[in-house]
């Protein structure tokens, strides 16, 4: 299993940016893949973007290809989230969270995603 803490929200206009990180502790941190989901209130919770264990692949939802990037740093079990030109509907708790299985080459289902962190709330104000 794999340990996760999401940090790096705040409260920031619209058009601005944040970077969120999330600190895996776990030793199969480097073999699972990483992704960012969010919640608004009132709403499910939404996939955000993804990456495989070896970041050579990313995914993104529609809502927010060209505006956020996914990455990762296996030597300091980390993942991260930069979000640019952010807007009012991007406002959400945002969740960290790993597959639980392994050295994936393309991108994960839902249900593989077997660990969590506990989110970060992002507020962006228009």
């Known amino acids: 299993q794999v340990q996760l803490v999401e940090s790096g929200g705040g409260l920031v206009q619209a058009g601005g940016s944040l970077r969120l990180s999330c600190a895996a502790s776990g030793r199969t941190f480097s073999s699972a893949a990483m992704g960012w989901f969010r919640q608004a209130p009132g709403k499910e919770r939404e996939f955000v973007a993804a990456?495989?264990?070896?970041?050579?692949?990313?995914y993104y939802a529609d809502s927010v290809k060209g505006r956020f990037t996914i990455s990762r740093d296996n030597a300091k079990n980390t993942v991260s989230l930069q979000m640019n030109s952010l807007k009012p509907e991007d406002t959400a708790v945002y969740y960290c969270a790993a597959t639980r299985t392994h050295f994936r080459q393309s991108r994960p289902a839902a249900y593989e995603y077997g660990d969590w962190g506990q989110g970060t709330q992002v507020t962006v104000s228009s």
């Open positions: 990456i495989i264990w070896s970041g050579t692949s990313t």
